[in-house]
Protein backbone atom coordinates (compact mmCIF):
# COMPACT_ATOMS: atom_id res chain seq x y z
CA UNK A 1 0.00 0.00 0.00
CA UNK A 2 2.71 2.39 0.59
CA UNK A 3 5.05 2.58 -1.74
CA UNK A 4 8.78 2.51 -1.01
CA UNK A 5 7.18 0.05 2.26
CA UNK A 6 10.41 -1.92 3.68
CA UNK A 7 8.25 -4.72 4.80
CA UNK A 8 4.04 -5.01 4.74
CA UNK A 9 2.27 -5.07 7.89
CA UNK A 10 2.05 -8.98 9.59
CA UNK A 11 -1.53 -10.03 9.90
CA UNK A 12 -3.57 -10.70 12.38
CA UNK A 13 -3.84 -14.69 13.61
CA UNK A 14 -6.82 -16.25 14.56
CA UNK A 15 -6.68 -17.50 18.54
CA UNK A 16 -8.31 -16.63 22.11
CA UNK A 17 -7.22 -15.94 25.25
CA UNK A 18 -5.58 -13.00 26.29
CA UNK A 19 -3.80 -11.60 23.59
CA UNK A 20 -4.40 -8.82 21.81
CA UNK A 21 -5.46 -7.76 18.23
CA UNK A 22 -4.53 -4.87 16.45
CA UNK A 23 -6.37 -1.40 17.22
CA UNK A 24 -7.83 0.19 14.21
CA UNK A 25 -7.54 3.54 13.35
CA UNK A 26 -10.37 6.05 13.23
CA UNK A 27 -13.85 6.73 11.40
CA UNK A 28 -13.60 10.35 9.70
CA UNK A 29 -15.83 12.16 12.28
CA UNK A 30 -19.04 13.71 11.42
CA UNK A 31 -21.78 15.45 13.85
CA UNK A 32 -24.94 14.79 13.13
CA UNK A 33 -25.88 13.90 9.74
CA UNK A 34 -29.10 16.18 10.52
CA UNK A 35 -28.58 19.40 8.07
CA UNK A 36 -30.87 21.57 10.21
CA UNK A 37 -31.30 20.98 13.75
CA UNK A 38 -34.77 21.83 13.46
CA UNK A 39 -35.35 19.41 11.19
CA UNK A 40 -34.41 16.55 13.53
CA UNK A 41 -37.71 14.90 14.39
CA UNK A 42 -38.00 14.65 10.58
CA UNK A 43 -34.55 13.45 9.92
CA UNK A 44 -35.04 11.07 13.00
CA UNK A 45 -38.25 9.71 11.79
CA UNK A 46 -36.54 8.73 8.21
CA UNK A 47 -34.06 6.87 10.43
CA UNK A 48 -36.34 4.54 11.71
CA UNK A 49 -37.75 4.23 8.48
CA UNK A 50 -34.46 3.48 6.95
CA UNK A 51 -33.80 0.89 10.14
CA UNK A 52 -30.91 3.21 11.27
CA UNK A 53 -33.01 3.80 14.85
CA UNK A 54 -35.44 1.80 16.67
CA UNK A 55 -38.97 1.81 16.35
CA UNK A 56 -40.56 4.51 19.04
CA UNK A 57 -41.38 2.76 22.68
CA UNK A 58 -39.54 -0.11 21.93
CA UNK A 59 -36.97 -1.20 24.45
CA UNK A 60 -33.24 -0.60 22.78
CA UNK A 61 -31.50 -3.84 21.79
CA UNK A 62 -28.96 -4.94 24.46
CA UNK A 63 -25.98 -2.60 23.66
CA UNK A 64 -23.25 -4.74 24.10
CA UNK A 65 -24.63 -8.46 22.86
CA UNK A 66 -23.35 -8.32 19.33
CA UNK A 67 -19.59 -7.84 21.30
CA UNK A 68 -18.97 -9.84 23.71
CA UNK A 69 -21.47 -12.89 23.13
CA UNK A 70 -22.14 -13.91 26.58
CA UNK A 71 -19.12 -11.78 28.92
CA UNK A 72 -20.73 -9.47 31.53
CA UNK A 73 -19.88 -5.81 30.37
CA UNK A 74 -17.73 -5.21 33.30
CA UNK A 75 -15.95 -8.84 32.51
CA UNK A 76 -12.05 -8.77 31.08
CA UNK A 77 -13.03 -10.52 28.28
CA UNK A 78 -10.96 -12.75 25.70
CA UNK A 79 -9.23 -11.84 22.32
CA UNK A 80 -10.10 -13.31 19.63
CA UNK A 81 -7.26 -13.02 17.40
CA UNK A 82 -3.65 -12.13 18.53
CA UNK A 83 -1.29 -9.01 17.39
CA UNK A 84 1.32 -9.81 15.22
CA UNK A 85 2.90 -6.73 14.47
CA UNK A 86 5.66 -5.27 11.19
CA UNK A 87 9.17 -5.43 12.19
CA UNK A 88 9.59 -2.14 10.18
CA UNK A 89 7.25 0.62 8.87
CA UNK A 90 6.30 2.74 5.49
CA UNK A 91 9.13 4.76 7.01
CA UNK A 92 12.48 3.95 9.03
CA UNK A 93 12.05 6.76 11.48
CA UNK A 94 8.16 6.53 12.18
CA UNK A 95 7.35 9.80 10.32
CA UNK A 96 4.96 10.42 8.13
CA UNK A 97 4.73 10.24 4.26
CA UNK A 98 1.83 10.98 1.55
CA UNK A 99 3.15 9.70 -1.52
CA UNK A 100 1.00 6.42 -0.64
CA UNK A 101 -0.36 4.30 -3.39
CA UNK A 102 -3.98 3.77 -2.91
CA UNK A 103 -5.29 0.61 -4.42
CA UNK A 104 -8.68 0.54 -6.57
CA UNK A 105 -11.35 0.42 -3.86
CA UNK A 106 -9.19 1.21 -1.22
CA UNK A 107 -8.36 4.42 1.60
CA UNK A 108 -5.75 6.06 2.91
CA UNK A 109 -6.32 8.86 5.63
CA UNK A 110 -3.80 10.88 8.43
CA UNK A 111 -5.65 11.50 11.82
CA UNK A 112 -4.60 14.62 14.48
CA UNK A 113 -7.06 15.15 17.29
CA UNK A 114 -6.31 17.05 20.34
CA UNK A 115 -7.65 19.07 23.97
CA UNK A 116 -6.50 22.29 24.98
CA UNK A 117 -4.81 22.41 28.28
CA UNK A 118 -6.52 25.11 29.52
CA UNK A 119 -5.23 28.17 31.98
CA UNK A 120 -5.25 26.72 36.12
CA UNK A 121 -4.10 23.42 34.90
CA UNK A 122 -7.30 22.14 33.53
CA UNK A 123 -8.17 20.11 30.08
CA UNK A 124 -11.07 20.25 27.05
CA UNK A 125 -12.21 23.42 26.39
CA UNK A 126 -11.52 23.36 22.97
CA UNK A 127 -10.62 20.18 20.83
CA UNK A 128 -10.11 19.47 17.49
CA UNK A 129 -9.78 16.78 14.96
CA UNK A 130 -8.18 16.43 11.60
CA UNK A 131 -8.97 14.29 8.72
CA UNK A 132 -7.07 13.98 5.41
CA UNK A 133 -8.84 11.58 3.29
CA UNK A 134 -7.57 10.07 -0.29
CA UNK A 135 -10.49 7.74 -0.99
CA UNK A 136 -12.52 9.52 1.51
CA UNK A 137 -14.05 6.35 3.77
CA UNK A 138 -17.33 7.94 4.19
CA UNK A 139 -17.74 9.28 0.88
CA UNK A 140 -21.30 8.47 -0.35
CA UNK A 141 -20.04 9.52 -4.10
CA UNK A 142 -17.02 7.45 -3.69
CA UNK A 143 -19.22 4.29 -2.72
CA UNK A 144 -21.85 5.41 -5.72
CA UNK A 145 -18.60 5.50 -7.94
CA UNK A 146 -17.58 2.32 -7.48
CA UNK A 147 -14.54 3.12 -5.84
CA UNK A 148 -12.46 2.72 -8.06
CA UNK A 149 -10.52 6.14 -8.19
CA UNK A 150 -9.36 6.95 -4.88
CA UNK A 151 -7.83 9.79 -5.57
CA UNK A 152 -10.94 11.20 -7.14
CA UNK A 153 -12.62 11.47 -3.63
CA UNK A 154 -10.21 13.54 -1.81
CA UNK A 155 -11.25 15.75 1.54
CA UNK A 156 -10.02 17.45 4.18
CA UNK A 157 -12.19 17.37 7.34
CA UNK A 158 -11.64 19.60 10.19
CA UNK A 159 -14.09 19.76 13.28
CA UNK A 160 -13.01 22.69 15.96
CA UNK A 161 -15.20 21.76 19.26
CA UNK A 162 -15.47 24.28 21.97
CA UNK A 163 -16.29 28.05 21.66
CA UNK A 164 -16.37 29.21 17.68
CA UNK A 165 -16.96 25.13 16.76
CA UNK A 166 -16.63 24.75 13.08
CA UNK A 167 -17.19 21.71 11.02
CA UNK A 168 -15.84 21.64 7.38
CA UNK A 169 -15.44 18.41 4.64
CA UNK A 170 -15.54 19.74 1.19
CA UNK A 171 -14.88 16.58 -1.21
CA UNK A 172 -12.05 17.13 -4.26
CA UNK A 173 -11.39 15.49 -7.51
CA UNK A 174 -8.20 14.25 -8.86
CA UNK A 175 -7.16 17.56 -10.14
CA UNK A 176 -7.01 19.49 -7.08
CA UNK A 177 -4.73 16.51 -5.05
CA UNK A 178 -0.74 16.81 -5.09
CA UNK A 179 1.02 13.82 -3.43
CA UNK A 180 5.01 14.38 -2.57
CA UNK A 181 6.94 12.16 0.60
CA UNK A 182 6.54 15.11 2.71
CA UNK A 183 3.45 16.78 1.75
CA UNK A 184 -0.39 16.65 0.29
CA UNK A 185 -2.19 19.14 -1.11
CA UNK A 186 -5.88 18.58 -1.13
CA UNK A 187 -7.41 22.02 -3.01
CA UNK A 188 -6.23 24.78 -0.82
CA UNK A 189 -5.35 23.07 2.20
CA UNK A 190 -2.25 21.60 2.44
CA UNK A 191 -0.45 18.94 5.09
CA UNK A 192 3.25 18.51 5.39
CA UNK A 193 6.04 16.56 7.51
CA UNK A 194 8.77 19.74 8.18
CA UNK A 195 11.21 16.85 10.02
CA UNK A 196 10.18 18.17 13.50
CA UNK A 197 6.21 18.92 12.87
CA UNK A 198 3.17 18.47 10.97
CA UNK A 199 2.25 21.76 9.51
CA UNK A 200 -1.61 21.86 8.27
CA UNK A 201 -2.46 25.01 6.60
CA UNK A 202 -6.25 24.76 6.05
CA UNK A 203 -8.19 26.78 3.51
CA UNK A 204 -11.63 25.73 4.00
CA UNK A 205 -15.36 26.86 4.74
CA UNK A 206 -18.19 25.11 6.11
CA UNK A 207 -20.68 23.89 3.70
CA UNK A 208 -23.21 22.27 5.05
CA UNK A 209 -26.80 22.58 4.09
CA UNK A 210 -28.53 24.61 7.04
CA UNK A 211 -25.75 27.02 7.29
CA UNK A 212 -27.41 30.21 6.51
CA UNK A 213 -24.15 31.26 5.12
CA UNK A 214 -20.67 29.55 3.99
CA UNK A 215 -18.32 30.13 6.98
CA UNK A 216 -14.70 30.05 6.64
CA UNK A 217 -12.41 27.58 8.41
CA UNK A 218 -8.86 29.11 7.80
CA UNK A 219 -5.55 29.03 9.80
CA UNK A 220 -2.65 26.89 10.57
CA UNK A 221 -1.88 23.83 13.04
CA UNK A 222 1.62 22.35 13.89
CA UNK A 223 1.34 19.20 15.29
CA UNK A 224 4.92 18.44 17.72
CA UNK A 225 5.36 14.64 18.28
CA UNK A 226 7.24 13.74 21.42
CA UNK A 227 8.51 10.16 19.82
CA UNK A 228 7.74 8.82 16.78
CA UNK A 229 6.23 4.87 16.35
CA UNK A 230 8.09 3.26 13.60
CA UNK A 231 5.68 -0.11 13.91
CA UNK A 232 2.35 -0.39 11.94
CA UNK A 233 -0.06 -3.00 12.82
CA UNK A 234 -2.27 -5.18 10.37
CA UNK A 235 -5.81 -5.25 11.33
CA UNK A 236 -7.10 -8.32 9.65
CA UNK A 237 -5.53 -11.85 8.69
CA UNK A 238 -5.17 -10.44 5.26
CA UNK A 239 -3.74 -7.29 5.78
CA UNK A 240 -5.86 -5.55 3.64
CA UNK A 241 -6.45 -2.82 6.73
CA UNK A 242 -3.19 -1.63 8.12
CA UNK A 243 -2.98 1.26 10.77
CA UNK A 244 0.04 2.87 12.06
CA UNK A 245 0.13 4.99 15.26
CA UNK A 246 2.82 7.67 13.88
CA UNK A 247 2.71 10.03 17.24
CA UNK A 248 1.21 8.58 20.56
CA UNK A 249 2.19 11.48 21.66
CA UNK A 250 2.65 15.41 20.97
CA UNK A 251 1.82 18.97 21.24
CA UNK A 252 -0.15 20.85 19.09
CA UNK A 253 -0.18 24.75 18.33
CA UNK A 254 -3.77 26.12 16.95
CA UNK A 255 -3.74 29.17 15.75
CA UNK A 256 -6.99 29.70 13.83
CA UNK A 257 -7.54 33.26 11.80
CA UNK A 258 -11.19 32.21 10.96
CA UNK A 259 -12.91 31.70 13.45
CA UNK A 260 -10.26 33.48 15.56
CA UNK A 261 -9.14 31.17 18.29
CA UNK A 262 -5.81 30.13 19.13
CA UNK A 263 -4.33 27.72 21.98
CA UNK A 264 -2.63 24.66 22.42
CA UNK A 265 -2.53 20.95 24.29
CA UNK A 266 -1.91 17.73 23.72
CA UNK A 267 -2.40 15.74 20.56
CA UNK A 268 -2.46 12.57 18.73
CA UNK A 269 -1.42 11.34 15.09
CA UNK A 270 -1.55 8.25 13.46
CA UNK A 271 -2.43 7.17 9.86
CA UNK A 272 -4.70 4.16 8.25
CA UNK A 273 -4.38 2.18 4.48
CA UNK A 274 -6.73 -0.07 3.28
CA UNK A 275 -6.93 -1.92 -0.09
CA UNK A 276 -11.01 -2.53 0.57
CA UNK A 277 -13.45 -0.48 1.93
CA UNK A 278 -13.95 -0.17 5.90
CA UNK A 279 -17.27 -2.22 5.53
CA UNK A 280 -15.95 -4.80 3.58
CA UNK A 281 -13.12 -5.13 6.48
CA UNK A 282 -15.41 -4.41 9.26
CA UNK A 283 -18.88 -4.11 11.37
CA UNK A 284 -18.43 -2.70 14.33
CA UNK A 285 -15.56 -1.14 16.28
CA UNK A 286 -14.97 1.16 19.41
CA UNK A 287 -11.24 2.65 19.99
CA UNK A 288 -9.71 4.97 22.26
CA UNK A 289 -6.61 6.60 22.90
CA UNK A 290 -5.25 8.44 26.26
CA UNK A 291 -2.06 10.38 27.25
CA UNK A 292 -0.36 8.61 30.64
CA UNK A 293 2.22 9.85 32.96
CA UNK A 294 5.09 8.67 30.83
CA UNK A 295 3.69 7.38 27.50
CA UNK A 296 -0.06 6.41 26.20
CA UNK A 297 -2.52 4.01 25.88
CA UNK A 298 -4.42 2.69 23.06
CA UNK A 299 -7.63 0.33 23.34
CA UNK A 300 -9.76 -1.00 20.59
CA UNK A 301 -11.90 -3.74 19.73
CA UNK A 302 -14.66 -4.86 18.01
CA UNK A 303 -16.30 -7.02 14.99
CA UNK A 304 -15.02 -7.87 11.51
CA UNK A 305 -17.11 -8.80 8.72
CA UNK A 306 -16.20 -12.14 8.69
CA UNK A 307 -18.15 -11.85 12.43
CA UNK A 308 -14.70 -12.97 14.17
CA UNK A 309 -14.28 -10.53 17.58
CA UNK A 310 -10.70 -8.47 18.50
CA UNK A 311 -10.10 -6.49 21.24
CA UNK A 312 -6.44 -4.83 21.79
CA UNK A 313 -4.40 -2.75 24.37
CA UNK A 314 -1.45 -0.92 23.36
CA UNK A 315 0.39 0.78 25.79
CA UNK A 316 3.47 3.10 24.31
CA UNK A 317 6.38 4.12 26.38
CA UNK A 318 8.13 7.41 26.25
CA UNK A 319 9.94 6.56 23.39
CA UNK A 320 7.25 5.64 21.40
CA UNK A 321 7.73 2.06 22.01
CA UNK A 322 4.83 -0.39 21.44
CA UNK A 323 4.17 -3.19 23.92
CA UNK A 324 0.85 -5.63 24.06
CA UNK A 325 -0.90 -5.14 27.76
CA UNK A 326 -3.43 -7.03 29.44
CA UNK A 327 -6.88 -5.55 28.36
CA UNK A 328 -8.28 -2.94 31.17
CA UNK A 329 -12.18 -3.99 32.00
CA UNK A 330 -14.83 -3.36 29.86
CA UNK A 331 -16.47 0.25 30.96
CA UNK A 332 -20.02 0.76 28.89
CA UNK A 333 -20.85 4.04 27.94
CA UNK A 334 -24.68 5.60 27.59
CA UNK A 335 -25.76 5.45 24.35
CA UNK A 336 -25.75 8.77 22.43
CA UNK A 337 -28.92 10.78 21.03
CA UNK A 338 -28.64 8.57 17.43
CA UNK A 339 -28.76 5.37 19.92
CA UNK A 340 -25.12 4.55 18.88
CA UNK A 341 -23.29 1.93 21.00
CA UNK A 342 -20.50 3.32 22.68
CA UNK A 343 -17.64 1.46 25.11
CA UNK A 344 -14.26 1.35 26.48
CA UNK A 345 -11.39 0.28 29.00
CA UNK A 346 -10.73 1.64 32.19
CA UNK A 347 -9.21 0.35 35.62
CA UNK A 348 -12.66 -1.35 37.45
CA UNK A 349 -14.79 -0.90 34.43
CA UNK A 350 -15.60 2.49 35.05
CA UNK A 351 -15.43 5.88 32.68
CA UNK A 352 -18.05 8.34 32.19
CA UNK A 353 -18.52 10.67 29.31
CA UNK A 354 -17.08 14.43 29.72
CA UNK A 355 -18.31 16.13 26.50
CA UNK A 356 -20.01 13.78 22.71
CA UNK A 357 -18.16 15.68 20.33
CA UNK A 358 -19.88 14.06 17.44
CA UNK A 359 -23.19 12.36 17.04
CA UNK A 360 -24.53 10.67 13.53
CA UNK A 361 -26.46 7.50 12.99
CA UNK A 362 -23.33 5.56 12.55
CA UNK A 363 -20.54 7.43 14.08
CA UNK A 364 -19.87 8.96 17.96
CA UNK A 365 -16.56 10.73 18.53
CA UNK A 366 -16.70 11.40 22.73
CA UNK A 367 -13.74 12.69 25.33
CA UNK A 368 -13.83 10.13 28.64
CA UNK A 369 -12.80 10.55 31.80
CA UNK A 370 -11.65 7.39 33.11
CA UNK A 371 -8.75 5.71 35.04
CA UNK A 372 -6.16 3.22 33.11
CA UNK A 373 -3.06 1.77 35.16
CA UNK A 374 -4.03 3.44 38.35
CA UNK A 375 -3.96 6.88 36.58
CA UNK A 376 -6.75 9.22 36.41
CA UNK A 377 -6.92 10.16 32.35
CA UNK A 378 -8.88 11.77 29.54
CA UNK A 379 -9.37 10.21 26.65
CA UNK A 380 -10.51 10.57 23.06
CA UNK A 381 -13.15 7.62 22.35
CA UNK A 382 -14.68 6.82 18.81
CA UNK A 383 -17.33 4.32 17.93
CA UNK A 384 -18.46 3.44 14.33
CA UNK A 385 -20.78 1.21 13.16
CA UNK A 386 -20.51 0.07 9.02
CA UNK A 387 -23.76 -1.89 8.66
CA UNK A 388 -25.34 1.43 9.52
CA UNK A 389 -22.76 3.33 7.62
CA UNK A 390 -24.15 1.32 4.14
CA UNK A 391 -27.87 1.93 5.22
CA UNK A 392 -29.91 3.65 2.36
CA UNK A 393 -31.18 6.38 4.79
CA UNK A 394 -28.00 7.23 5.68
CA UNK A 395 -26.45 7.89 1.94
CA UNK A 396 -28.98 9.73 1.52
CA UNK A 397 -28.25 12.24 4.44
CA UNK A 398 -24.64 12.23 3.92
CA UNK A 399 -24.79 14.71 0.87
CA UNK A 400 -26.28 17.35 3.15
CA UNK A 401 -23.04 17.08 5.50
CA UNK A 402 -20.12 16.43 3.11
CA UNK A 403 -20.85 18.30 -0.46
CA UNK A 404 -18.51 17.89 -3.20
CA UNK A 405 -16.69 20.44 -5.41
CA UNK A 406 -14.53 19.59 -8.25
CA UNK A 407 -12.25 22.77 -9.58
Request: hydrophobic share 35%; charged share 20%.
Amino acid sequence: MHQGHDAQPLPLRAGSGGGLSAPAGHSGGFRRAVPLDGWSPLWTGLARVGGVLPSAGRAHADPWALLRRGEHPSGRGRADGRLVRADRSARSDGAPRFDAAIAPGGYGWWYVDAISEDPKGGQGRHGLTIIAFLGSVFSPYYKASGRGAPLNHAALNVALYGPKARWAMTERGQGEVTQERDALAIGPSSVRWTGQALEIDIVEQDKRLGIPWQRPVRGTIRVFPEALNPVSFALDPEGKHTWHCLAPRARIEVDMREPGVSWSGRAYLDSNFGSESLEEGFDVWHWSRAHLSDGAMVCYEGTRSDKSHFASAIRFDAYGTPQQVELPMTAPLPNTLWQMERKTRGDRGHASVIKTWEDAPFYARSTLASRLYGEQVVAVQESLDMRRFASPIVQFMLPYRMPRVVG
